[in-house]
């Protein structure tokens, strides 16, 4: 069965670091860009990074500065380094694998939480 596992998530105070990861099983095939998105209650799914195969990030404004996205090709896994933590980074974060044949294959989520 392909799917992504995510890994990583979980409380964290404000201020903090978290590093999520995300690895592809089974037989997924060509992979084209990956990301992560997050969503929180209330609120729409919004892209957080995503990185091509070539290397070539993008984030969203809440991201910028603070997150790093990082991937190995040979290994199809995605990282997610998260810096400076804030409470209203608290949501699901869903990795996402967007593959040449097949489309999207999105991940099951993981809960990151910013508290004290």
């Known amino acids: 069965q392909v799917q992504l596992v995510e890994s990583g998530g979980g409380l964290v105070q404000p201020g903090g670091s978290l590093t999520l990861s995300c690895a592809a099983s089974?037989?997924?095939?060509?992979?084209?860009?990956m990301g992560w998105y997050r969503q929180a209650p209330g609120n729409q799914r919004e892209l957080v990074a995503a990185i091509t195969g070539g290397g070539i990030a993008d984030y969203g404004d809440s991201a910028q500065g603070r997150f790093t996205i990082s991937r190995d090709n040979a290994k199809n896994t995605v990282w997610l380094q998260m810096n400076s933590l804030r409470p209203e980074d608290t949501a699901v974060y869903y990795c996402?694998?967007?593959?040449?044949?097949?489309?999207?294959?999105w991940g099951q989520g993981t809960q990151v939480t910013v508290s004290s």
């Open positions: 996402a694998a967007i593959r040449v044949i097949g489309g999207t294959l």
């Open positions: 089974g037989s997924i095939g060509r992979i084209g860009a």
